[in-house]
């Protein structure tokens, strides 16, 4: 490599670099986008880098493969023979205090990726499987709201969100903030089953909905706030579209698959409904989303595939029309959301994520 090459190599800003300074204030979001535009302007064609807004931090390297792999041996060795010695209750408090302490090396000296999002997801489960177990110990693992009521739920929901935000302010993983809305969302569909358990199952899809919309409203502001997704808030704002994503999707859709789930109307309006997500997805430019949906479109699908008499070849066409539809949407994401924001109202185009 001749010396203007390796010192032009040398002075490349990496995209960290540039979210740190960024969050640090030293640039602005404008100003750091104008460098990354710079650089990739002055690298070869063949060397740029695919263009995707929705690029998050999950693997840093391999040693992130190698020390999720140690982290799940250690932690399930640890449950087991603290479970046999303290029982299970104690075990899962044993873990959510391992996997803390295991967070202060892994996630705030390392700084690794995908170990970080493992060790707060664990601290998370084991925080509020410990509370639900140590209100009801007949839990055994399972929620049983039907046959134990809400209570255990409520309190197990609220004490792991607390728990999140201490996990949040010691570590910064953007993750975090989605485990913690995660649980409140627990603690409200536990509190319907406490307060109405009469009514709770019919009423639990339209709380889900309701709870789903809040969350996407959620990740929405953190969006709006870094159109150009620079920061940590995009991150953040990408795990609370991912929660948000099945909590709308699945009471929208699963009303129209049960008994009446193959008849031709309902298959439509399955399909509508994840075309009327597709845009929705497009517009936000989040993807979450319109894959929570896939499944029903297959369903739907192939429920008019054995309408038309082709029974015997109804899990093919599926896979192949969904495959098609994936493919056809990465290929042409861009130009549809350019299509899209130019007909919405400019101040509102402004504001959403940049395009290309």
């Known amino acids: 490599m001749s010396r203007p090459q390796a010192a032009q190599e040398m002075l490349a800003i990496s995209p960290d670099a540039l979210r740190a300074a960024v969050e640090s204030g030293l640039l602005t979001a404008e100003q750091a986008q104008g460098l990354r535009n710079l650089e990739q302007a002055r690298m070869p064609v063949r060397e740029a880098e695919p263009h995707d807004d929705e690029k998050f931090r999950f693997i840093s390297g391999f040693s992130d493969i190698f020390v999720t792999i ?32 295991l967070a202060e090396y892994f996630t705030r000296r390392q700084r690794m990726a995908l170990p970080s999002i493992v060790l707060l997801l664990v601290f998370a489960g084991a925080v509020f499987l410990t509370v639900a177990e140590a209100f009801n110990p007949s ?9 134990h009521g809400g209570f255990p739920i409520v309190v197990a929901g609220l004490v792991t969100a607390a728990a999140t935000a201490l996990h ?3 570590f910064r993983v953007p993750v975090t903030i989605a485990a913690g809305v995660a649980a409140l969302v627990a603690s409200a569909v536990g509190l319907l089953f406490m307060l109405a ?5 019919q009423a639990a899809k339209p709380l889900l909905l309701a709870c789903g919309l809040a969350v996407f409203t ?22 609370l579209h991912m929660l948000a994503a099945p909590l709308i999707v699945h009471p929208l859709i699963s009303g129209l698959v049960g008994d009446g789930g193959s ?32 499944s029903y479109a297959g369903f739907a699908f192939g429920a008019l595939v054995v309408k038309a008499g082709l029974s015997d070849s109804v899990v093919p066409l599926t896979m192949l029309v969904l495959g098609a539809l994936v493919l056809l949407l990465s290929a042409g994401w861009h130009t549809l959301r350019r299509t899209l924001l130019s007909l919405l109202p400019g101040a509102l185009a402004r504001r959403l994520p940049a395009h290309t």
């Open 70 to 101: 140690g982290l799940g041996l250690f932690l399930g060795a640890l449950g087991y023979f603290s479970g046999d010695m303290i029982g299970n209750t104690g075990m899962l408090a044993v873990i959510a205090v391992a996997s803390w302490l």
């Open 139 to 147: 839990l055994n693992f399972g929620i049983g709201l039907g046959n």
């Open 168 to 170: 949040y302010r010691r």
């Open 197 to 201: 358990p009469d009514f709770a199952e």
């Open 218 to 239: 959620l990740a929405m502001r953190f969006d709006l706030s870094d159109p150009q997704r620079q920061t940590r808030r995009t991150d953040i704002a990408f795990w």
């Open 263 to 294: 008849d031709v109307v309902s298959a439509w309006s399955i399909l509508a409904i994840f075309v009327g997500l597709a845009l929705v997805a497009l517009v936000v430019d989040r993807r979450a989303i319109l894959v929570s949906g896939l």
